[in-house]
């Protein structure tokens, strides 16, 4: 048994990565590979609740990287005007992302983590195809 975890597995590097592996495996005759991708919502819950109570040091940094980035996606994307809003009165260079998911009534707060996760649920889009 074999787990390979990679979260940017795209079709190409899927195809390498078996084929990585089946060449180190050749004395074996079979090759049987699951791929699990786990639901996006859940995946934006869990890391909403996660960030929330500080379970990693990256969310906490002061300054915060996240922040800008999710305001600048927020107000460029439209239907998040609420979000946007919301994120304009938080001053990154002082403000921890946990500490402003923590500012943020849940309903917005899930969000700006939907913003923050994109990118990673995009990967799983492309790892699933």
């Not at 899927?14 to 089946?22: D, G, I, M, N, Y």
């Not at 402003?100 to 195809?129: D, S, Y």
Request: hydrophobic residues 40%.
């Amino acid at each position: 048994m074999v787990r390979v975890r990679h979260l940017e597995t795209t079709p190409t590097s899927w195809k390498e990565q078996v084929h990585s592996f089946a060449a180190s495996a050749a004395s074996s005759q079979t090759l049987r590979t699951v791929m699990m991708v786990r639901d996006p919502l859940d995946i934006v819950l869990s890391g909403y609740f996660y960030d929330a109570s500080g379970g990693e040091p990256h969310p906490m940094r002061i300054p915060s990287d996240r922040i800008p980035v999710a305001l600048n996606e927020s107000c460029a994307t439209p239907g998040l005007d609420e979000l946007c809003k919301a994120l304009r009165g938080f001053d990154a260079s002082t403000t921890s992302w946990t500490q402003m998911l923590q500012r943020l009534p849940p309903k917005i707060g899930v969000v700006a983590q939907a913003v923050h996760e994109r990118a990673h649920l995009e990967h799983l889009v492309e790892a699933a195809e």
